[in-house]
């Protein structure tokens, strides 16, 4: 098990930018395939960006291809999401998950997470 903690977000007007990142404390994150999800009020939770273990495959909804960009830093344990041209429908609170894995190219499944982060509220003001 590993426990994993969001920081970075807040409140943005329309069109502005945030840096997420996902920290994991007393255990490397090289053997865990990543993945960010956002759910806002009244809506199901969405699989937005994945990461393979080393970021050889990399995994987007449709709605935030070309806007978000997932990485790792497996030096520092810490997975990110830098979210760029934000809109209201980014509004939402986001949280960060992890899946072992072996496979370089390993994206899970959305259902196929064991770890996650309490999540980080992120708001964007229209």
């Known amino acids: 098990q590993v426990q994993l903690r969001e920081s970075g977000g807040g409140l943005v007007q329309a069109g502005g930018s945030l840096r997420l990142s996902c920290a994991a404390s007393?255990?490397?994150?090289?053997?865990?395939?990543m993945g960010w999800f956002r759910q806002a009020p009244g809506k199901e939770r969405e699989y937005v960006a994945a990461?393979?273990?080393?970021?050889?495959?990399?995994y987007y909804v449709d709605s935030v291809k070309g806007r978000f960009t997932i990485s790792r830093d497996n030096a520092k344990n810490t997975l990110y999401l830098q979210m760029n041209r934000l809109n209201a429908e980014d509004t939402a609170v986001y949280s960060c998950?992890?899946?072992?894995?072996?496979?370089?190219?390993?994206?899970?499944?959305?259902?196929?997470?064991?770890?996650w982060g309490q999540g980080t509220q992120v708001t964007v003001s229209s």
């Open positions: 007393e255990r490397t994150l090289i053997n865990y395939a």
């Open positions: 998950a992890a899946r072992s894995a072996r496979n370089i190219h390993y994206i899970p499944p959305s259902d196929a997470y064991d770890d």
């Open positions: 990461i393979s273990i080393r970021g050889e495959t990399r």
